[in-house]
Nanobody, 124 residues
Framework: QVQLVESGGGLVQAGGSLRLSCAAS????????MAWFRQAPGNEREYVAH????????YYFDSVKGRFTISRDNSKNTVDLQMNSLKLEDTAVYYC?????????????????WGQGTQVTVSS
């Protein structure tokens, strides 16, 4: 069992930056693939990025490549999402998720555990 708690959301102007953090508690955090998803009102939950258990492999949704960076610290049981050059379309609730699978786990259905979400609002 893994419990996930996100923090760091807020209101930012377009072009600005935010750093989201996800704190995990429970067993074997370092064995999980960790990801960030987001969901805007009226939309389905959308994949953003994921990182493998060691942090050696990172994957991104095309629309955030070059702007977002996912990282993890297994000694602190945390996974972060640094978001730069934010755009209006990045506005959403951002969720941290954990999966026991590896590889191309870009669907929410692959993830066993979810945080409660943190709101990111980008204004013009």
């Amino acid at each position: 069992q893994v419990q996930l708690v996100e923090s760091g959301g807020g209101l930012v102007q377009a072009g600005g930056s935010l750093r989201l953090s996800c704190a995990a508690s429970g067993r074997s955090f370092s064995s999980y693939t960790m990801a960030w998803f987001r969901q805007a009102p009226g939309n389905e939950r959308e994949y953003v990025a994921h990182i493998n258990w060691s942090g050696g492999s990172r994957y991104y949704f095309d629309s955030v490549k070059g702007r977002f960076t996912i990282s993890r610290d297994n000694s602190k049981n945390t996974v972060d999402l640094q978001m730069n050059s934010l755009k209006l379309e990045d506005t959403a609730v951002y969720y941290c998720a954990a999966s026991s699978l590896e590889g191309s786990v870009v669907s929410p259905s692959y993830y066993n555990y979810w945080g409660q979400g943190t709101q990111v609002t980008v204004s013009s």
